[in-house]
């Protein structure tokens, strides 16, 4: 079991730009979440998968962000026209079929937007 | 709706202290409460969790009970180490996603 893993982990844009991030869940886990956690605060959940379909977005997730997860495995978030609020560590989750309660945490991936 | 309230810090103990971080919760329904930790430059872990009211979740000498009447899980331990200095996050879970409070940062020193 090798945990979650995301990749970038460190990210560096200009304003304007679009970003993409990737996750990639513990194995077998169907359910998959993508969370946003700003300097000095708790993490804000974003949106969420099981296995291929996305059963919830935040109002936190304007148009400008889409997550996807095509084939039920590793999913991306992508973040068009990047603005210096969206400036944070973004987390990816899963956990598995038999133990939704537990959500394992991936290193996140750092964007900064200049 | 669903939110989470943590004491704020930085808490400043020494070696061997007791430690409580307070943390209170409201909910709809009958949510599960966690704590997750963040070690300086490392990931969220779960630290422990509870399903259900007077549930008691513990790990690592940490202990936290689900208390419905109070709506509180507040984080004890009986002797901290330096190696828990981190960042204590409380969380509840409703409708499968987790919600968290802002974080409590623990400074423990020798």
């Known amino acids: 079991d090798t945990g979650v893993s995301q990749d970038p982990r460190h990210k560096i844009t200009k304003r304007g730009q679009n970003v993409t991030f990737r996750c990639d869940p513990i194995?077998?886990?169907?359910?998959l979440y993508w969370y946003r956690q700003t300097l000095g605060q708790g993490p804000e959940f974003l949106t969420y998968?099981?296995?291929?379909?996305?059963?919830?977005k935040s109002r936190l997730l304007s148009d400008r962000f889409s997550a996807e997860r095509p084939k039920g495995s590793f999913s991306t978030l992508e973040i068009q026209r990047t603005e210096q609020g969206d400036s944070a560590m973004y987390l990816c989750?899963?956990?598995?079929?038999?133990?939704?309660?537990?959500?394992?945490f991936g290193p996140g991936t750092r964007l900064t937007v200049l | 709706g669903n939110s989470v309230t943590q004491m704020e810090g930085p808490v400043t103990l020494s070696e061997e202290a007791f430690l409580t971080i307070n943390c209170t919760y409201t909910a709809t329904g009958y949510p599960s409460l966690f704590w997750y930790v963040q070690y300086p430059g490392e990931g969220l872990q779960l630290l422990l969790k509870a399903t259900k009211a007077d549930d008691k979740g513990s790990n690592k000498g940490f202990e936290a009970t689900y208390r419905k009447e109070t709506t509180s899980f507040h984080l004890e331990k009986g002797s901290v180490q330096v190696s828990d200095s981190a960042v204590y996050f409380c969380?509840?879970?409703?409708?499968?996603?987790?919600?968290f409070g802002q974080g409590t940062t623990l400074q423990v020193k020798p």
């Open positions: 989750a899963s956990s598995a079929r038999d133990s939704i309660v537990t959500q394992y």
């Open positions: 969380a509840l879970m409703n409708t499968g996603k987790l919600i």
């Open positions: 194995s077998e886990h169907n359910r």
């Open positions: 998968f099981q296995n291929e379909a996305q059963l919830e």
